[in-house]
C-alpha cells in the first residue's frame, strides 16, 4: 500500500488535500465553533435583558400591592424560553417576584445573568441553562459542518477530477512513455495540450525523435566499423599458420589465441620451410583490438623482411632486424620522440627448431615454460627488453638460449594477457606459480591437455571485468625425432 501511494501522484495529491483540508476545516470550525457560542450567549443576555426591563417596574408594582401571585405570573413569561430556569426580582430587603414562586435558591445551578433595571435597589436575575445554549450551539455548528464539509467534498471532487484530467493522466502517459524507452522500445507520449506540461510532452517527443535519428546513424556507423573489424580479423588470422605446417615441423601441438577484441595484438607466425630451418615467432605488440591487430601486421612483415634478407639468421638477429625496422617504419628512432604521440612496440619470442629437434630461442620481455611429461616445470626467462620502442637501442642484443628435445617434453609459449589476468578472490594476476602449476598437473595427457588446462584456469580466474589483454598461448612438443 504504502509504495502504491508513492507511486501515484493523483493519490498522494487526495491525501494531501483531504489531510490538509481536515486540518484548515478543524481551525476553522474550533473559531467558529467560539464565534457562535460568544454570539449566542451574547443574544441570550440580550433578550433576557430587553425583557427585564420591560417586566420589572409592573412586577414590582403588583408585588408592593401584595399581589405576589400576579407578580410572578408576570416573570413566567421566561417560561417561554427554552433556556430560563428562573427568574426573580429582589428589592433591597425582601424578593418582589419570583418564577417559579419558590425563586432561584433551591434551582439548579446554571449562569446567573443580572440585567439592570431602573428600580432603585432592586435586581432582577434570570438563571439560564448553558446546556440548552450548548444544544442550540451543538446543532447550529452541525449544520455548519456538514455545510461546510459537503462544499469542501464538492470542491475537492471538482479540483480532483481537474487534476486527474489536466496533470496526472498527461503524467501517466509520458511515464509510460519514458518507461517503454527505459526498455528499449520507445514510444511517443500522446499528449496534446498547449499548457506547460503539453509542452514538456513536446518537449520529450522531439528529444526521441532526434535520438532515434541519432541512434540510426550510430547503429549504421557501428554495422560499418564491425564490417571493417570484420575483415581485419579475417586478415589477421590469415597470418597465423596452418595447423597442418604446425603439425609437420612439432607433431603434437595445441594454440589458445583470444583477443580480446575481434582482432587483437597478439600474433605467433610460423615459417616452415626456410633455408635455415623452420622458424616459430610469438609477439606481443602495444595495445589491442586494432591498434594492436595493425602491430601484429607489421611486425610479420618484418619477420618477414629479416629472413628475407637473412634466412640461416639466428633468432636473436632476427629479433633485432625486427626492432630496427619497427622503428623506421614508426618514424621512432630517437629517444627525443614525441612521446605525448604514443609509443608502439612489442615483445617478442622466436623460436629456431635445430637438427636435432630442440630449439634455439631468443626473448625479449617474454618466457617460456620447459613442461616434461612428469610434470617438472622450467621457466626460462628472456631479457628485460622491449623491442621497437624509441628508447629501444639500435639493434639490441637479445640472448639466445638452447633447449634439447627428450621424450615427453614439451615448450609453451605464453603472453603476458593470461598470466597478468586480474581476478580470483581479491582481483590478483593469474601469476606464473599457478600457471606452471596447473600445466604441469596437465602434462602426462600431451599438448592437447595442457591447452585445456591453461584456458579452464583463465576462465575460473577471470572475474566480472572479463579479459583485460590479448592471451595467447602455444604448446609444441619437443619429442625426439618428430621434426
Known amino acids: ?43 441570550a443576555a440580550t433578550e433576557v435583558a430587553t425583557l427585564a426591563a420591560q417586566l420589572a417596574r409592573p412586577a414590582a408594582a403588583l408585588a408592593a400591592d401584595g399581589e405576589q401571585t400576579r407578580a410572578s405570573e408576570v416573570l413566567a413569561v421566561f417560561a417561554s424560553f427554552p433556556y430560563a430556569i428562573c427568574a426573580e426580582l429582589r428589592g433591597a430587603e425582601e424578593l418582589l417576584a419570583a418564577w417559579p414562586r419558590i425563586g432561584c435558591g433551591p434551582m439548579r445551578e446554571g449562569l446567573d ?21 450548548r444544544q442550540r450551539l451543538h446543532e447550529e455548528t452541525i449544520l455548519q459542518a456538514g455545510l461546510a464539509a459537503g ?12 487534476f486527474f484530467l489536466f496533470v496526472e493522466r498527461p503524467v501517466r502517459q509520458l511515464s509510460r512513455a519514458m518507461s517503454a524507452y527505459d526498455r528499449g522500445r520507445p514510444e511517443h507520449a500522446d499528449v496534446r495540450t498547449e499548457d506547460e506540461i503539453g509542452r514538456l510532452v513536446g518537449t520529450y517527443n522531439a528529444m526521441l525523435d532526434r535520438e532515434a535519428a541519432r541512434t540510426g546513424a550510430l547503429r549504421e556507423a557501428h554495422e560499418a566499423i564491425m564490417e571493417n573489424i570484420g575483415y581485419a580479423a579475417r586478415l589477421q588470422e590469415s597470418l597465423l599458420p596452418d595447423p597442418a605446417a604446425m603439425t609437420a615441423v612439432f607433431g603434437a601441438h595445441a594454440v589458445l589465441w583470444r583477443p580480446r577484441d575481434s582482432v587483437g595484438g597478439d600474433l605467433y607466425r610460423l615459417v616452415a620451410d626456410g633455408p635455415g630451418g623452420a622458424v616459430l615467432a610469438m609477439a606481443d605488440c602495444t595495445g589491442h583490438g586494432v591498434q594492436g591487430g595493425l602491430l601484429t601486421m607489421l611486425v610479420a612483415a618484418e619477420l618477414d623482411a629479416a629472413l628475407a634478407a637473412r634466412a640461416e639468421a639466428g ?22 620522440y614525441d612521446v605525448g ?25 617474454q618466457s617460456i615454460l620447459m613442461l616434461d611429461r612428469d610434470g617438472t616445470v622450467q621457466r626460462l626467462r628472456g631479457d628485460r627488453l622491449s623491442l621497437g620502442y624509441p628508447d629501444t637501442p639500435p639493434a639490441p642484443v637479445v640472448a639466445e638460449q638452447r633447449i634439447a628435445p627428450a621424450p615427453g617434453r614439451m615448450v609453451v609459449l605464453v603472453t603476458d594477457g593470461i598470466t597478468d589476468q586480474p581476478g580470483g578472490p581479491r582481483g590478483h594476476g593469474l601469476g606464473w606459480r599457478r600457471l606452471s602449476q596447473a600445466l604441469a598437473a596437465a602434462a602426462p595427457g600431451g599438448p592437447e591437455a595442457v591447452a585445456d588446462a591453461a584456458r579452464t584456469l583463465v576462465d575460473e580466474w577471470t572475474d566480472d571485468r572479463g579479459a583485460r589483454d590479448d592471451q595467447t598461448l602455444l604448446v609444441i612438443s619437443l619429442e625426439p625425432g618428430a621434426h
Open 1 to 43: 500500500m504504502t509504495g502504491f501511494l508513492r507511486r501515484r501522484i493523483f493519490v498522494k495529491y487526495a491525501v494531501w488535500s483531504i489531510v490538509v483540508g481536515a486540518i484548515l476545516s478543524a481551525a476553522v470550525l474550533a473559531t467558529y465553533r467560539e464565534r457562535v457560542r460568544t454570539r449566542v450567549v451574547s443574544e
Open 113 to 133: 445573568l443580572s440585567p439592570p433595571v431602573a428600580i432603585q435597589g432592586a435586581t432582577f436575575t434570570v438563571r439560564i441553562d448553558e446546556s440548552v445554549l
Open 151 to 162: 462544499l469542501g467534498l464538492l470542491l475537492l471532487a471538482s479540483g480532483a477530477a481537474g
Open 315 to 336: 633468432p636473436a638477429a632476427l629479433l633485432a632486424r625486427m626492432s630496427d625496422g619497427m622503428r623506421r617504419r614508426l618514424t621512432q628512432r630517437t629517444r627525443d
Open 341 to 365: 604521440a604514443g609509443v608502439d612496440g612489442f615483445d617478442g619470442a622466436i623460436c629456431r627448431r635445430t637438427p636435432d629437434g630442440g630449439l634455439l630461442v631468443a626473448l625479449a620481455r
